[in-house]
């Protein structure tokens, strides 16, 4: 519970430190984010042989930017003394961008949910998630991502999930 309390302060006072810098990009409109991915055990091991992942991505202002968007994940894993699995997984997400630090560097906080399938059982999962986005034109950004998934049956499974990729404006930027 003090750690749940430390991060929310935490955010908290970065919000409040962060600048009034106006974006580089125009936080309205639809995306593409394409990149790979992989998994870190905080218990036991897991092998990540390969992920993909592609987000669309709705982008608005509702008080605060925000970001609104669907995400499919495939990868190639070998967990600790088994086979092989091809999972897949695909999520409904929402991200509050919270502060830009510089025109071109933002940050934000939210949370997914969906459902993993492949060869392995069928399995429901949410979880919270950050990310940072540096915007190297108004139209394209670097994305990085981390999340903490808990199963919605079985609890915490003990893995962070991360992401490095691009996102690509689909539409043409009204700011300069």
């Known amino acids: 519970m003090n750690i749940k309390v430390g991060i929310l302060l935490g ?17 309205n409109g639809l995306s593409l984010i394409i990149g790979g ?24 202002t509702l008080g605060l930017p925000f970001q609104l968007g669907i995400r499919q994940t495939i990868e190639r894993q070998r967990l600790e003394d088994t086979d092989t699995l091809n999972i897949f997984t695909t999520k409904l997400f ?4 919270f502060f830009h ?15 993993l399938y492949g060869n392995t059982p069928l399995r429901w999962r949410a979880g919270p998630e950050i990310g ?27 893995v962070i999930n991360y992401f490095i990729g691009f996102q690509v404006k689909l539409e043409k930027s009204k700011t300069k």
């Open 11 to 27: 955010l908290v006072s970065l919000t409040a430190c962060a600048q009034e810098t106006p974006p580089l990009f125009d936080p």
């Open 37 to 60: 991915n992989g998994s870190v055990a905080t218990k036991g091991s897991t092998i990540n042989l390969f992920g993909a992942n592609a987000s669309l991505v709705q982008t608005g």
């Open 94 to 97: 929402y991200d509050v961008i």
């Open 101 to 115: 630090i510089t025109k071109r560097l933002d940050f934000a906080v939210g949370a997914n949910a969906g459902i």
């Open 132 to 158: 940072v986005r540096w915007w190297l034109r108004p139209n394209a950004a670097i994305v990085g991502r981390v999340d903490y998934a808990f199963d919605l049956k079985e609890g915490p499974l003990n």
